[in-house]
């Protein structure tokens, strides 16, 4: 079981990124993906979920409107186009397998989550 994070990388405020979560070994149409991220000296702050069931996604304020969530169960990978980008986007960014289908109230809550990626850096900088 295994998820692997792809496409962080040094992008100016403003720009874009799309952050991709593969899986192997195991099939993502069961679970809910959450999406976390981790700047240095800080908490681990979950910000997005999609639902495996009916596709319905999440997001924090800190990110609504900005970043967008989506899967492709036939790739069995999760996505993330990130837009807008503001330095304090800058953090290591981790996908995770909610423990069901359903992404929880509590979504947001490193505590739900089973399986991590090892992470993707983004870096906004000018």
């Known amino acids: 079981v295994q998820l692997v994070e792809s496409g962080g990388g040094l992008v100016q405020p403003g720009g874009s990124l799309r952050l991709s979560c593969a899986a192997s070994g195991f099939t993502l149409d069961y679970y809910a993906i959450g999406w976390f991220r981790q700047a240095p000296g800080k908490e681990r702050e979950g910000f997005s979920c999609i639902s495996s069931s009916d596709g319905s996604t999440y997001y924090a304020d800190s990110v609504k409107g900005r970043f967008t969530i989506s899967r492709d169960n036939a790739k069995n990978t999760v996505y993330l186009q990130m837009n807008s980008l503001k330095l304090e986007d800058a953090a290591v960014y981790y996908c995770?397998?909610?423990?069901?289908?359903?992404?929880?109230?509590?979504?947001?809550?490193?505590?739900?989550?089973?399986?991590w990626g090892q992470g993707t850096q983004v870096t906004v900088s000018s």
């Open positions: 995770a397998t909610a423990r069901g289908a359903i992404c929880g109230r509590y979504y947001y809550t490193p505590a739900g989550y089973d399986s």
